[in-house]
């Protein structure tokens, strides 16, 4: 018979013999242990520097893309209409009415302001009853007067025919010896004043026709009467005074009640129309600055809403105090919320070059030396590449040539990397965040 085997026997001796292997490995490595733990260090020193020594360090570099780039000079400023209008009256009076308010649009014609005018009604009614008598009295001159003395001389016309011939017939019986001296002194006598009277009749009429004195007489009193209905009715307008133009009360100091008098402001309006922007801008950017050059302006209130502008005058002196120089844009289309005096920022466009190269600034070297070059990496090497700088502005460069876009570039400030030396680079994920290809540079939180 075949001996037993103890329970759980069968289980024991795998876990022996693998214990025993165990300890013969442990054993092995702990007779080799510094062998293995070098071995363990330099697996590990190549995974970490072998990529480095074989492929060159990791670098990040700035990307050349190919943009619209614009070079903009900015400023701040305020809002201003290009011109004010102050609203005072011409006469001293009371004011009886203030039909608008501060802040309201007014048409060319509305009433602003009304003064008590019952003086100046009466003054009116006056003038116009001294013109009435002007008027009549000239009607009297044409209907009456030159159609008497018309008749008048007619008449006179007709006595001095009478007087002529008698002084006729007198005379040839005074030659005959059949009249009297006395007779031919009658005749004669009334053939003298029979003359004077036609002629006196004569002058009535001329003086009585237009042109003549009585009629230029009655014409200058007529004339008179009507300017001094001019006057008073004038006058009497005076005491309405209306818009102007249209507009909006930027500031009212009168109300109803107030006595007021000529050279005080009582309202002052801003015009409708073309709205202004005046900026201060640095002196050292004045060259740059030329009447006509596009503006994109926000105000400080909506930073995020943009409207256009334009450059339509330069001071052309300067502020010695602020070393800078006042220029006007004008905005044709100003949107809702715009108010005068509001506090705006101004970004000037100077140069606008579509589909440039555009690299950051920080990229180019010996720029001051008049050699620019940057690093690039080509084929996994630093690589030196002259180019032709154009335009810098906020921190971009326009290369001109040298440059075709898409090229990774190593900063100036990484002076590790030299020339010829195997690179790992990686574009910086900034960079498609402040250019957009094809598309033109707008200043941070600006909308199109």
Do not use: C
């Amino acid at each position: 018979a075949m001996p037993r085997t103890p329970a759980g026997s069968s289980q024991q001796e795998p876990d022996n013999t693998w214990r025993a292997r165990l300890s013969s490995v442990t054993g092995t490595l702990w007779n080799y242990k510094w062998l293995v733990i070098s071995a363990v260090a330099a697996f590990a020193a190549l995974l970490h520097y072998g990529p480095t020594l074989i492929l060159g360090p990791q670098v990040i570099g700035e990307v050349a893309v190919s943009a619209d780039f614009l070079q903009t000079v900015v400023a701040s400023g305020h809002v201003e209409a290009p011109f004010r209008v102050d609203i005072g009256v011409q006469m001293t009076g009371v004011v009886v009415d203030v039909p608008v308010k501060e802040g309201q649009t007014v048409k060319s014609g509305d009433v602003l302001i009304v003064l008590d005018d019952h003086e100046m009604q009466a003054a009116v009614a006056q003038a116009q009853g001294v013109v009435a008598q002007g008027q009549a009295r000239l009607r009297q001159m044409i209907e009456l007067t030159l159609p008497s003395a018309e008749q008048a001389l007619k008449d006179k016309q007709a006595t001095l025919i009478n007087a002529q011939k008698l002084f006729g017939r007198i005379t040839r019986l005074a030659s005959d010896g059949y009249s009297t001296r006395a007779a031919l002194d009658d005749a004669t006598r009334a053939l003298a004043i029979a003359k004077a009277q036609t002629r006196e009749a004569e002058l009535t009429v001329i003086a009585a026709k237009p042109g003549g004195s009585d009629y230029a007489l009655a014409e200058t009193q007529l004339d008179q009467a009507q300017a001094s209905l001019t006057t008073a009715q004038s006058r009497l307008g005076y005491a309405t005074i209306v818009a102007p133009r249209d507009g909006t009360l930027i500031s009212r100091a009168v109300e109803q009640g107030s006595s007021v008098q000529p050279g005080k402001v009582l309202m002052t309006l801003s015009p409708a129309g073309d709205t202004q922007i005046a900026v201060q801008i640095d002196e050292k950017s004045l060259g740059l600055i030329v009447v006509g050059q596009k503006a994109l302006v926000s105000a400080d209130a909506f930073p995020k809403q943009n409207f256009p502008a334009e450059v339509v005058f330069i001071n052309p002196g300067i502020d010695l105090q602020r070393a800078s120089v006042e220029v006007k844009l004008r905005v044709v289309d100003p949107p809702a919320y715009l108010r005068q005096d509001m506090t705006v920022s101004v970004d000037i466009e100077i140069a606008h070059h579509p589909n440039a190269v555009i690299v950051p600034a920080g990229t180019l070297r010996d720029v001051a030396a008049g050699k620019p070059w940057v690093m690039s990496v080509v084929w996994g090497r630093a690589t030196r590449q002259a180019v032709e700088v154009g335009i810098i502005s906020g921190g971009k460069a326009e290369i001109v040539a040298g440059l075709s876009g898409g090229e990774i570039l190593i900063p100036e400030n990484n002076a590790v990397i030299k020339t010829g030396q195997r690179v790992r680079a990686t574009a910086a994920a900034a960079v498609s965040q402040d250019i957009q290809p094809s598309k033109p540079l707008q200043r941070p939180g600006s909308e199109p």
